[in-house]
């Protein structure tokens, strides 16, 4: 059986590295997404968006971000 990988890869708003959440869950006003990419299916690629109150929202379809 094939083994399936996800990479993960973070983006966040004016190219930042990383995501910090106060202990009320909101952001320091950051926002950006996760982009998962599985390596062999492309319709399980999604991108996790969080906005700056730390809510996320799941995108529905294949990521473009992802290779292939």
Known sequence: ?????????WRGF???EQIDFLLRGSTRW?????TLCSTNDASRHRDVIINAA????I????SSRCPG
């Open 30 to 34: 950051q926002n950006g997404r996760f």
């Open 54 to 57: 730390g809510r996320s929202y």
């Open 14 to 16: 004016h190219g930042r």
């Open 1 to 9: 059986a094939d083994s399936e990988s996800v990479v993960i890869r």
């Open 59 to 62: 995108s529905f379809g294949t």
